[in-house]
Structures are given as C-alpha cells and as structure tokens.
C-alpha cells in the first residue's frame, strides 16, 4: 500500500486552470480518470489526511503511486478528454456500467444503393439510420413486418441479394409483396432509395402526413370505383396504425427527448433510460454499476450521459433530456451535448405534468432493475459462498459464518423502543426465526444501552435452552455447530441435514448428542426451540459503541465463541470489538454486501415492528385493559351499544345481553370502564361551546377496521 504523500506533487507545481488528470499504480495502470475546474484545488483534496477521507477514496490514493494531467481550455473540452480516457484506459476505481446485454436497434443502411432494414447491435457505422434502441429484436421484427406492407424495403442479406440477381428470381417476401424486389429489377435504384426515405420518416415519428395522404387517395380509389386499389390502401393504413399503436402517446406535441433515472444505494447503481421519439416511447435500456468511486446522483447522470451520447451526434441526442438530478456544474454538460447535436439542448429535471408522471415510471423501472439484480445476485449459490468466505477472511474467523444473526433497534424519539433479530443461513433469509423484542429494561431513547439488553436476553435465553436441555454439555456445541431444518417453523425434518462443523447428520438421529423428537428439535410440549441455536456471528445495527455493548452483554454471560461486528450505514464500515479502527471491504466485495443485505433486512423488521406498535397505541381503547376480552367480544360490544360511552352507562345485566359475554366477563368489563377516565369533552373552539357527542370509538367500529384516536406528529422526530 502505498504512501500518498510519497508522490504528491508540489502545489505550486499544479496549474489552476481546467484539465483532467490520471491516477496510476505502480505497474504504470491508469487507475482512476477525473476531470477538474481547477486542478490545483482537486488535486488536493485527495492528498489530505487519510482519515478524513472516504473509504473509497482512501482504497484509491493508497493503491496509486504517481499522479499526472493535461491542462485544457475548457471544462467542456476537460469532459470531452475524460470520456475519451475512460474508454482509452477503463480504470477500475471510476464508475463503469455494465450493460448485460447489446440492446438492438431497428437500422436502416442508407449508404447502400439499396437500402436494407435490419436488426443490428454494437457500435454504429457511418451512413446508416438507426430506430431504437429496443428492449428485444423480435419487437423489431413485427414492427417490421407490419411496415414492409406499405413500404416494401429489401431485408434480405448480401448473399440473398446477389443470387435473386443471378438467378432472375425473387425470394418469398418479392412474391408475396413485402418487397420491392430491387434485386431484378421491379424497381429503380431512385425509386428504392425514396422508399427507404420514406421508410425512415415513419420510424422517425413523422406519420400524420403519410397516414392523411393514403386515405386521401384510398376516397379517391373508390370515388373511381377502383375498389381492389382502395381495399388495399386501407388495408395498409391499418397496418401502420397497428405499428403505430405499439408506442402509445407518452409526450404530447411529438416530444423528442431522452428520459434518465437512477435508482442507487450504497454500493450499486441502476440507471434506466427511455427514448421519447414523436411523443412515443421508441426504445428502453439500463445499466447497472458498482459504486466503487464516491459519487453523488448528479456524477451518476454524468457519467450516463457520457455513456449515452459519448459517440453519437446530430439527431441521436435529442433536443431534450431529463434527468433525476443535474450534474455539477451542469453548463459544461449541457454545451457539451449542444456540441453533439449541433443545435441547443435542454438539460433539466421535470417539474410537473406529463413529462414528470412519465420520470416516475422511468424511475420506478430503475428502482425495479436494481432490485431483479440484487436477487439474482443473492440467489446465485458460488456468490453466497464467496461473501461468507470473504466474511471470514476479514474478521479472521475460524470458519464460514454459516448462521449470521443481525440485530437493530427502533424507536420515534425514545417512544416505542422496539429491536428486532433477523436470521440468515448460508446467505439466505430464514424469517420462520426472526425475532422481535421491546426495550424493557429503561425508559428512553440510548440506543447502546437497547442494544445491550436485547443481546443479553436473547443468549440468556440461549444459555437456558442449553441448560434445561443437557445439550453441548461436553462442550462439543464450540464448533459452530447449528441446524438447518426445512419444518415450516424452522425445525428439522426427516432427511434435513444438520452441520455440526465435522460431520453431517439426517434430521431423525443425533444432534450434537441431543436426540431428535419426532424428526424435530422441539421441547417435550412440542414447540420448537425458539433460541436454541448459536450463530457464527452477531451483526449489529452500528458502530463502535453498538459493537463494544454486544460484546460486553456476551463476556457477562460467559459465551466467548461467538463473534460480533457492526455494520455502521454512513460509510459502510465493519467495526470489530476491541479495535480502534474498522475493517474496510472493497466496494465490490460480496462480503460487504451480503452485510448489508443482512443489516437492511434487520432495519426493515425493526421499523415495521415499532410502526405497528406505535399505531396500535394510538388507537388503543378502554376495552383494550380488560383481561381476556379479544378483538371479536370488543367488536361485538361496540356493535350491540354503538359507543364506549353508551356501553359505559349500561347495566352488567345489559351487558350481558350481548352474545358470548358471561356475568363474570361483564363484571370486568363494567370495573375496567369505571376505573377508567373517559375522554375530555370537546370544544368548539370558536364559541367555547362543549360539544356533547358520543365518545369516540376508539376500538374500531362494525365494519371490524380501527378507527384512530391520534395520530402522531412524523415532524417531531425521526424512525431509527
């Protein structure tokens, strides 16, 4: 690793003027390309104490071993040489994207003497038009097929055309219509390239006049009583409206324009692109990229938008893109697309009507993409085994973490201190064992503190499991040893498999010396053992302090063969107990991500948890404090009476009446209501009238839903 300072040029050495400058190892490799308004001042914000920079950047200077620029006029000319460099050299630490497939694009080869529609992918040459591009080559084909009826332009390859020619015969298409057969003659060079022209004015959006001039000479067919000719003619005008309803209306006033959205989190990025092309959506695509330098959404715009039009010019850039962000600062971007197009284009994020109703379908695509990858990224057996390898090389841990518990806590400003524990097994979510606690210990908001206390009862109810059950006794539960059941509430079955860190066991014989009840680890009443098994490694929602208060909770209960870490969201450090710095995974590191995959699911479950705890405190009741009355009788209460108020005045003997209510029920219904206070009245606060209304029901009416007595200020603070 190197030492930033030992190549550091000298500050008056580097001019303070627009340039680009390369990062490069020690093999000469260019490792990281940037672009800069003022070279001096960017330059050195990478040579500042390593501590104060982002891990990304840190991995990125230390890795480097000589620093160098070229100077330029202007910040666009400075964008136009990082594209170039990026391409040149493509260095590991800039943001690459990752196509996963050459999108095709409907082409037309108007350098030929007689044009051929295709479908082509890669690079584009000179000379030819290009549609597109397109999500699939069979949506090309049937657009196609559709349009060789009113313009019958040749498909057919090189070889195909040279022997009709040879031969004097057409193929099938020049037979059946939907082709003009230019290879023996039917038409004249002249007239085959108008019919490409035409063909491309289509594609290009501009339809209403060709549609209006083919009617008009379809009423004139059959004004003539040339009634075959006019039949014809409609038959293609229902052609090119069926090609024309494939893209419906997005934009109206025939909108050119490109719509970008980037869905992204801390380590990957989705961006999605929609081509706008007359108002319809003529071609979709994506990318998807590791994060592996920091970079903001507007960078990620840049650098799409770089990727995007990098190569094209004229008509490819349209007059208008929308972005999600702008880049910064965005008139070097936005001068550099003019340059491509050779007329003005508008950058900017859209504000309102159709053209943002549409951003949010682009960016919904995005946030759809990221998501499809990650779970194919999850799924993948080989990727789940390197992330667990990876865990374990960077904590230095004897073995794979196989059984990985997370836990977080939640609350809204110290209300409703809940914590959850999320379960994965061999990098898969195992939720029939998720967990969920209340903070019970303390009132208040000290998330070190929760943190300490769910630990410690969920391994003291561990330690108990092994007591009562005579399990790991000899000590032989140190190997890391757990089971993987397949049972609906996580136990094992018949032919279930159980890794005990040496040998491996089927699920109707011993466990670790515990025998297996019915193909089952479950307790002699036959619920299952809720905290029977040891994970490999606890991750906490946190940094340092978490971390140090989950070890502490396992050193006060003698457990010393667990491991812990923390996972702390700002910079995606590792923190480990007893270490005054974190361990820093790579950016595209699986292990990392398998973390925080597991970190997130931990917060999810958290968050929904005190929600709903939340929500059923505001909508709590009088009913609600009386021992064993459930949501069926509350409802039947409120039914038969029509409020609390009502039910409160009525009699035990009234109360009765009500169907599956006994005297002793109605006894403790009728306590409970009168110890409780009932609500204020209200007041009209315009007169100081006090309204008398019926009390408000707050333990839902007939139709079963709750009705909300409060709802809490969101602004008064923030879920964690």
């Not at 990062?23 to 960017?42: N, P």
Request: aromatic letters at 6%.
């Amino acid at each position: 690793m190197a030492d930033p300072s030992s190549y550091r040029p000298r500050p008056g050495d580097i001019p303070d003027s627009p340039g680009v400058y390369r990062f490069r190892d020690e093999h000469r490799r260019v490792i990281y390309v940037g672009k800069a308004k003022s070279l001096r001042q960017r330059l050195a914000n990478y040579f500042q104490d390593l501590a104060n920079l982002h891990p990304r950047t840190r991995s990125m200077v230390t890795t480097a071993a000589s620093v160098e620029w070229t100077v330029v006029s202007t910040e666009v000319e400075a964008l136009q040489l990082e594209y170039s460099w990026i391409k040149e050299y493509d260095p590991r630490f800039n943001v690459k994207y990752r196509d996963d497939k050459s999108y095709p694009y409907l082409a037309v080869t108007m350098n030929e003497q007689f044009p051929r529609v295709q479908v082509m992918r890669g690079h584009k040459k000179k000379g030819v038009r290009y549609f597109g591009p397109y999500a699939h080559a069979w949506a090309i084909r049937d657009t196609v097929d559709l349009l060789l009826r009113v313009f019958p332009v040749r498909t057919c390859s090189a070889g195909v055309f040279k022997n009709a020619a040879r031969t004097g015969r057409p193929c099938l298409l020049g037979y059946i219509g939907k082709c003009s057969a230019p290879c023996v003659g039917r038409i004249t060079p002249e007239d085959h390239q108008e019919l490409a022209e035409e063909f491309c004015d289509f594609m290009a959006g501009r339809t209403g006049t060709y549609l209006r001039r083919l009617e008009k000479q379809m009423m004139e067919a059959a004004e003539e009583m040339e009634y075959e000719r006019a039949a014809r003619l409609r038959d293609d005008i229902g052609a090119l409206k069926k090609a024309m309803e494939k893209n419906a209306v997005v934009l109206a006033d025939a909108t050119d324009a490109d719509l970008i959205a980037v869905a992204e989190d801390e380590l990957e990025a989705a961006v999605q692109i929609f081509h706008v092309r007359g108002g319809r959506v003529r071609g979709q695509r994506g990318w998807v990229t590791d994060k592996v330098e920091e970079v903001t959404t507007g960078a990620l715009v840049e650098h799409a938008l770089q990727q995007l039009y990098g190569e094209e010019s004229g008509d490819a850039v349209p007059k208008e893109v929308l972005v999600p962000a702008l880049p910064e600062p965005v008139e070097p971007v936005q001068e550099w697309l003019t340059g491509r197009r050779g007329s003005n284009v508008s950058l900017r994020i859209p504000q309102r009507g159709d053209k943002k109703a549409l951003m949010e379908t682009v960016q919904r695509n995005a946030q759809q993409a990221l998501a499809l990858h990650k779970t194919k990224r999850a799924s993948d057996l080989t990727t789940r085994s390197r992330a667990l390898e990876e865990i374990a090389e960077a904590l230095d841990l004897d073995s794979a973490p196989l059984r990985i518990e997370c836990y977080d806590i939640s609350h809204l400003q110290g209300d409703d201190v809940v914590a959850s524990m999320v379960v994965f097994e061999d990098g898969l979510q195992r939720k029939s064992e998720y967990r969920r606690f209340q903070i019970k210990g303390f009132a208040g908001q000290d998330d070190v503190r929760s943190m300490h206390e769910v630990i410690t009862r969920r391994f003291r109810r561990y330690l108990a499991e092994k007591e009562r059950t005579g399990e790991w006794t000899d000590g032989s539960g140190t190997d890391g040893s757990f089971a993987v059941g397949s049972g609906a509430d996580g136990s094992l079955a018949d032919g279930d498999a159980v890794v005990t860190g040496t040998d491996v066991v089927t699920g109707s014989e011993a466990i670790n010396g515990t025998e297996a009840v019915n193909g089952s680890l479950k307790d002699d009443d036959g619920r299952p053992r809720k905290f029977a098994y040891p994970p490999q490694l606890v991750v906490v929602d946190g940094g340092q302090p978490q971390v140090a208060a989950a070890q502490r909770a396992l050193d006060e209960l003698g457990i010393d063969d667990i491991a812990v870490c923390g996972l702390a969201k700002r910079l995606e450090e590792v923190w480990v107990p007893g270490e005054d710095d974190p361990v820093v995974l790579p950016r595209t590191s699986e292990g990392l991500y398998l973390l925080q995959r597991v970190r997130d699911e931990a917060h999810r479950f958290a968050i929904t948890y005190q929600r709903t705890k939340r929500a059923k405190r505001f909508r709590a009741g009088p009913l609600d404090d009386v021992p064993g009355l459930g949501e069926t009788r509350k409802q039947a209460l409120i039914k038969h009476f029509g409020s609390v108020k009502k039910l409160r005045s009525a009699t035990i003997e009234q109360i009765q009446e009500v169907p599956g209510i006994g005297r002793k029920t109605a006894e403790t219904i009728a306590v409970a209501l009168a110890q409780a206070a009932p609500a204020a009245p209200a007041v009209n606060t315009a007169t100081g009238e006090i309204i008398e209304d019926e009390e408000p029901d707050t333990t839902g009416g007939s139709s079963g839903e709750p009705v909300t007595a409060g709802v809490p200020d969101e602004r008064r603070g923030q879920e964690t």
